[in-house]
């Protein structure tokens, strides 16, 4: 970040976020109606997308547009005003929702080479800016859509998938471009994830799955092999490492030879290489087993390990398969 020391302009008197973005709103726009205060002041911080939109429609007319980024408690917003400053950069004004001076932020490297974002008050909350088109770029840019998927009638309770929730804070905290979330376990079908796909065409798709969305996975890639311009998928969670179900290791409703083939199978996978295998049981009482929808038994999930044993696959050695709960 450049930091340009400019004559002084008078910070207003703002206790909360949105008191901050009405004042970032006002000095960009001086002659806004008061419908737009209160039009501000009902728009969710929660998530970037949203309050951009919601700024650019409540000021179209009078400023804009509008960017946002940086994390939900260091929400940076930065509003195009309706002139030009010297050099022919655009003049914006930046404000920091939390109220702490941008002086304290954690500037990317890209916001001072080559001058490419200046503010006027860097020790205030409230500053004017210039930003050059490259900086425009770098706020803009990757669009980055992190999906979680999940089948509510395989898994009754939700697992939280924190390592989208992760990345997407990482990515906002170092300004790099914009990172959108859809997370099935919060009421996102996934007809949503693929017109979110379909429609605001991510440069980078992220995919957290885990067991039993095998059908999710597959439905989703094909949409995006199908597209154009295909974004570039990350893929993460259990599903994308080799798993398997305790009840294709162990089946009391199947006879010897079921087992034996399976023991086969085993020495087979172990003998080309296999090194880990993650069995998901989640517990070993039946009654939870039940509610998790796992068609499984308790006698079932402790019994991988003596089967993985009889096949010359040591559980939780380096060169055998391994469960986890």
Known sequence: MNRRLASPTPTPACTTPHDRLVAAARLAAPNLPTAVDNALHAVSLAEPAALQRALRDQLAAHAGPA???GTLDRRLVLIKRRHKAER???RWVAADLSGKAHQTRAWPAWTSRDAHLHLDRPQSWLSHASLDDQAVYRLTRPRVLLVALYHPEHFPLPR???AISDLARAARAALLGQV??????????LEDILDAVTTRRPDVLGISATFGQHDLMVRLLDTVIALPTRPLIVAGGSLTKTSCRVD???RLDQ???WHLDRAAMWRRLCALGLRRCLFGVESGVDSVLERFNKE???EQTHSPSGACRRSACRPGSPTSPSTTS
């Open 88 to 90: 022919g950069a655009a």
């Open 160 to 162: 939280f998938p924190l």
């Open 67 to 69: 960017l946002v980024a």
């Open 296 to 298: 499984t038994t308790g």
């Open 255 to 257: 006879d010897r030879d």
């Open 248 to 250: 294709q290791v162990v």
């Open 180 to 189: 959108s979330l859809l997370d099935m376990q919060l009421g996102v079908a």
